[in-house]
């Protein structure tokens, strides 16, 4: 697709001149003779703007601040026929990319051009890396570089730049709220205030209160008029987490905030306008609930403009080593030890594990493994039992080891059973020794002996 380059210009056969050399040059071109004309068409995302300093109206330095704050990263080149320091100074401060004189010289234009897309392009590249690198450091806690994790940043950063709601759904413990976050910080909005409230730590009788505010004397306990959380989240995001504990009457007028834009405080008329973004969270089935008829499936649809699903750990086993180092470095201080790892064994553990309660289990298990170890890395003896329970293939292993010794009628389970404990036996007890004649992992060798009771 060719760059689009709109010329701002009072003069119309300057203009004209404009489209023609660079048409020439394979460039897209649309014309302009005032600011304001510009202005109305931004959203059709202009490359770069060529706009004279001197229009009648709107000027090029006030059009060029507007583009700017709306823009700011869209490379300005500025026109003009006087040939004024001050002037020039000036709109290089205010971010133009450069200064040209008219009448243009060709190759001063066009090594211009050239250079502005060159700083765009690697600014834009700075910005891609950037935002690699805060996702693979857990910039936020969004730790992981697993295809399926990718596959939603990618969706949080295609809904972030709208002001659309977002509904996002996920087990307990995933970080719904890590995605809220990511999705204002990269928002129009990211410079604005981020609220967050959970609803299911809210008795439905404060529920509206605490959403909309009340007006001094609304009802006992009120002694002063108080904003409520959205009127606090102008400019920004308001996060409802567990939204589908809201109360219907709360729910109900939620709906007519999103389709107005206003509310009214609890015992109060007066209509406020508040420019609040709405960002919601759910482990429940919305669905089920609309059947049960204590959700609304009205604000469902206002809500869920954009649903996205953060996945469970358990999808996203590859990335639980990064998380692991996340972790560790995370809870160092606290703990008052340096654990510098993993052991193979114990991480093997983990990413078999199926993890019910998620990232948050993880950590929660990782921070206690740190206070039981008496080294530098956390090994399968620092783990709690219930991370051991996870089934796998490990049994056909231990079956192929064992096929030679047994016959076609003795059980497969007792065959793995009895092959454990003669392991056990050979090698005195030692389990690592014994978990190494079989060709097995520590890790898998204690889950078999939990599972057969043998421990």
């Not at 697709?1 to 040059?25: K, Q, T, Y």
């Not at 300005?76 to 008219?102: F, P, Q, R």
């Not at 990269?186 to 605490?210: H, R, V, Y």
């Not at 003669?422 to 520590?442: F, Y």
């Amino acid at each position: 697709m060719n760059e689009l380059i709109f010329v701002v210009d009072d003069d119309a056969p300057l203009r004209g001149l404009m489209r023609a050399l660079l048409e020439d040059r394979s460039y897209a071109v649309q014309e302009f003779e005032s600011g304001k004309a510009l202005l109305e068409a931004l959203d059709d995302n202009p490359s770069l703007i060529l706009l004279d300093v001197i229009m009648p109206g709107l000027d090029g330095v006030e059009t060029l601040k507007r583009v700017k704050a709306s823009h700011p990263d869209l490379p300005v080149i500025m026109l003009t026929s006087v040939d004024k320091v001050d002037t020039a100074v000036e709109v290089i401060k205010l971010g133009a990319y450069d200064y040209l004189l008219k009448p243009v010289d060709e190759p001063r234009l066009f090594t211009c051009l050239d250079k502005a897309f060159e700083q765009r392009n690697l600014t834009r590249k700075v910005s891609r890396l950037q935002s690699e690198v805060d996702r693979l450091s857990g910039k936020d806690g969004i730790i992981g570089k697993s295809q399926i994790l990718s596959e939603t940043l990618k969706k949080v950063h295609q809904v972030a730049p709208s002001k659309a709601s977002v509904l996002i759904l996920g087990e307990t413990g995933t970080g719904k709220e890590l995605i809220a976050r990511a999705i204002h910080r990269n928002s129009p909005g990211a410079t604005g205030p981020f609220i967050d409230i959970n609803c299911a730590a809210i008795p439905e009788t404060l529920q509206e209160s605490e959403l909309f505010g009340h007006k001094k004397g609304a009802f006992t306990g009120a002694i002063e008029s108080r904003p409520g959380k959205l009127e606090l989240a102008e400019g920004g995001t308001l996060f409802l987490d567990e939204v589908a504990e809201m109360s219907l009457a709360t729910q109900a007028k939620l709906l007519r905030f999103l389709q107005e834009k206003y509310l009214e405080r609890v015992g109060d008329t007066k209509k406020i306008h508040v420019d609040t973004r709405v960002i919601c969270a759910t482990n429940k089935d919305i669905k089920t609930l609309i059947a049960k008829e204590t959700f609304r499936e009205d604000l469902y649809y206002r809500l869920a403009v954009f649903p996205l699903e953060v996945p469970a750990l358990r999808d996203r086993p590859e990335d639980i080593p990064l998380l692991c180092t996340h972790f560790l470095k995370k809870h160092q201080e606290d703990i008052g030890k340096e654990i510098l790892s993993v052991s193979d064994e114990a991480m093997q553990v983990l990413q078999e594990y199926s993890w019910p309660g998620n990232i948050r289990q993880l950590e929660n298990t990782l921070c206690r493994a740190m206070i039981v170890t008496s080294y530098d890395t956390i090994d399968t003896d620092c783990l709690p039992e219930g991370v051991f329970d996870s089934s796998t293939p490990a049994d056909e292993q231990i079956n192929q080891k064992t096929s030679n010794d047994s016959t076609n009628l003795t059980p497969y389970h007792e065959v793995v059973k009895q092959t454990l404990k003669q392991a056990l036996q050979q090698t005195d007890g030692h389990i690592p020794d014994a978990a190494k004649a079989l060709g097995i992992s520590r890790s898998t060798f204690y889950r078999m002996l939990k599972k057969y009771q043998l421990n």
